[in-house]
């Protein structure tokens, strides 16, 4: 059976000499992996570059329910971005939040609502000219929300987090409740000490609520690259 669907390309994998697998997020179908053969080759239907991190795709696939691995049989990037791939600072904290949602997305059934927070979050990234330094921390608070373990407020996020850790313990809760409740692209003034301790206590919230999450290997990049 054919569907069409939106997705957003979280990662890929090479196979064999020409293939990927890929692990697509979409709106209608939730969480899914495709195998694309000969998209390495210089013959292929699908050119490598629509199956970057964070792409957002047109897709018609074919996908059995109960099946590992699907096909795509269209794809079309349905917003090019103009920034992320070549601005350091975009394209470090795409990276950095793909990785995430492949550690956090697990469903496969749609759920259009998270779709269009991630689709809408990425475009916002993207077009972005100024005051994203701390859009990864909002972006973090609210997938929580979608995925049913959000804080009710900051007071109530480092009592948690300062459980797992005694670092935590002097988290300012008055400026992350200023920056969680702001809409992406808020100037809000930061030091790079300090961001770095709120991006890692929303790691260590995620680790405690999700067993499977482990460690994060694009963190460090994102850190030197922020800095």
């Not at 196979?15 to 000969?38: C, D």
Request: with cysteine.
């Amino acid at each position: 059976m054919v569907t069409k669907t939106r997705g957003i390309v979280l990662h890929y994998l090479r196979y064999r000499e020409t293939s990927l697998l890929v692990t697509i997020y979409t709106a209608e179908l939730g969480i899914a992996s495709y195998i694309e053969n000969g998209v390495r080759s210089a013959k292929a239907k699908h050119k490598m570059a629509l199956f970057q991190p964070t792409t957002l795709l047109d897709l018609e696939v074919f996908h059995k329910p109960g099946k590992g691995l699907h096909r795509i049989s269209e794809a079309k990037c349905y917003f090019p971005y103009r920034q992320i791939p070549f601005d350091i600072a975009k394209s470090s904290i795409a990276l950095f939040l793909s990785e995430i949602l492949s550690k956090v997305l697990k469903e496969e059934e749609s759920n259009v609502p998270l779709f269009d927070f991630l689709e809408d979050s990425f475009q916002f990234l993207d077009g972005a000219t100024a005051h994203f330094e701390n859009f990864h921390i909002q972006f973090l608070w609210n997938l929580s929300v979608f995925l049913g373990f959000n804080p009710s407020n900051a007071k109530e996020f480092k009592e948690q987090v300062s459980q797992a850790s005694s670092t935590f313990q002097s988290l300012d809760v008055q400026a992350l409740d200023g920056i969680v409740n702001a809409p992406y692209g808020t100037e809000y003034s930061m030091g790079r000490a300090e961001r770095k301790a709120y991006v890692a206590a929303l790691l260590i919230y995620f680790q405690v609520h999700m067993e499977s999450f482990g460690e994060m290997r694009s963190w460090q990049i994102l850190q030197e690259v922020m800095a």
